[in-house]
């Protein structure tokens, strides 16, 4: 019989020659466990998924339950269930009044096509508009308004009517014109290496956007749901934008998506034309039970409140460390950069073997990404930034 490993290898479609590739049989709060004994702790979240750690009691309870209530049982959209229902009124709560009708789909780059396709239908535009450097997705159409020129480029033609501005350029912002029809921007942006824009850079495209009429699209699908330490990115920006994608850590581990947006601007998908945009298992009850069981650890636990003096901890920690040339944050979301992306690897490798997860950024290969469970403790903090300052001490 073959083990999971090779089957893993010879039977499931691989994304890099490399792989990680460790064995994962449970996993709890901050930690993964292996089949033998192996321990590893989680400062990279599934990147970004993981933000209430692993296994909650909670979430899985809320699971449970709606399990043995029903799963699937008809389409987005058509039946009344109390699990996407509780879940909308919920996250509209933690929202400005505008942002006040979900969408629910199955993943942030759905969020993203359904958002672009809800700007165009409201302006009747067909331009978009987006930053170099952005990271919206893998569909055709996410991949369309991101930046990165090597993994576009074997799929073209994509979108054509997509122009790209310098993220955090005022300057340019003028390029937004009557012919846009959206603008699709992460607030941070993350694959890029937690790029944190000017305050007045996002001021300023809200007030481009406004003035032109193009809808704004803030993609927080991995910025928001406390990373940053509010709900969202956007609310220490002084901005609201018109439409806002969510993903990642919104279903607490549970594959869910949402756009969301003013109900007149959501009206399209009804009427013009009817079924606009239309997902079999977008809202699915069992993954909307564990984004509000998320939700609602999240509020409980007062996690918003810790995670400032979690990322201040961890920068104070690392600071110590030679060799990093800058440490970019915003909560607890972190890029730390080394001269070269060898170093990054080395790092990353090193402390695998020392039971340590952690990353890069596939559009940043030499900043090296942290981006722990919130409710990680202090004492966790403490034993990975020591692995690390000791990994980053064999680079000499
Ligand atoms: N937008 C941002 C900012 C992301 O970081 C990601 C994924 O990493 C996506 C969109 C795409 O989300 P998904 O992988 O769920 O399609």
């Not at 003013?262 to 009427?271: A, G, H, K, L, Y």
């Amino acid at each position: 019989m073959k083990t999971a490993a090779e089957i893993f290898r010879d039977h499931l479609a691989q994304t890099t020659p490399f792989p990680m590739g460790i064995e994962i049989e449970r996993a709890e709060g901050s930690w993964l466990y292996g089949p033998n004994g192996e321990k590893y702790l989680d400062l990279i979240s599934g990147v970004g998924v993981s933000n209430i750690g692993h296994g909650h009691p909670k979430l899985k309870e809320a699971i449970h339950q709606q399990v043995e209530s029903h799963l699937h049982t008809m389409v987005y959209g058509e039946y009344v269930q109390s699990g996407p229902s509780r879940l909308a009124e919920k996250l509209v709560s933690l929202l400005p009044e505008q942002l006040n009708c979900c969408y629910f789909v199955n993943s942030g780059a759905e969020a993203i096509e359904g958002a672009l396709k809800l700007a165009k239908r409201n302006t009747e535009r067909s331009e978009l508009v987006a930053f170099r450097g952005g990271y919206h997705g893998s569909t055709h159409g996410a991949l369309s308004v991101s930046g990165n020129e090597t993994k576009k480029r074997a799929y073209r033609p994509l979108l054509n009517d997509v122009r790209f501005l310098n993220f955090n350029a005022v300057n340019e912002l003028s390029q937004i014109t009557h012919k846009t029809a959206a603008v699709v921007v992460e607030t941070i942006q993350g694959d890029a290496g937690v790029r944190i824009p000017d305050l007045g850079f996002l001021k300023a495209l809200r007030a481009r956007c406004t003035e032109v009429g193009a809808l704004l699209i803030l993609d927080e699908i991995q910025s928001g749901m406390g990373r940053c330490g509010t709900w969202f990115a956007f609310e220490q920006f002084g901005i609201v934008p018109d439409i806002l994608c969510t993903a990642k850590a919104l279903g607490g581990g549970l594959p869910i998506g949402a756009f969301i947006s003013d109900r007149e601007i959501m009206q399209v998908f009804t009427e013009k034309p009817m079924l606009g945009h239309i997902t079999t298992f977008g809202g699915n009850p069992v993954c909307c039970a564990a984004a509000h069981a998320t939700i609602e650890i999240i509020e409980s636990e007062n996690l918003l409140e810790t995670v400032e003096a979690k990322g201040a901890l961890i920068e104070e920690l690392l600071s110590q460390a030679k060799r990093i040339v800058e440490i970019r944050r915003r909560g607890l979301y972190f890029a730390i950069d080394f001269e070269t992306e060898e170093e990054v690897q080395k790092i990353v490798l090193g402390l695998l073997e020392q039971g340590l997860i952690s990353f890069w950024f596939l559009s940043c290969p030499h900043s090296f990404r942290i981006a722990p469970p919130l409710n990680i403790s202090e004492e966790e903090i403490r034993f990975a930034c020591q692995l690390i300052v000791e990994e980053i001490k064999k680079l000499d």
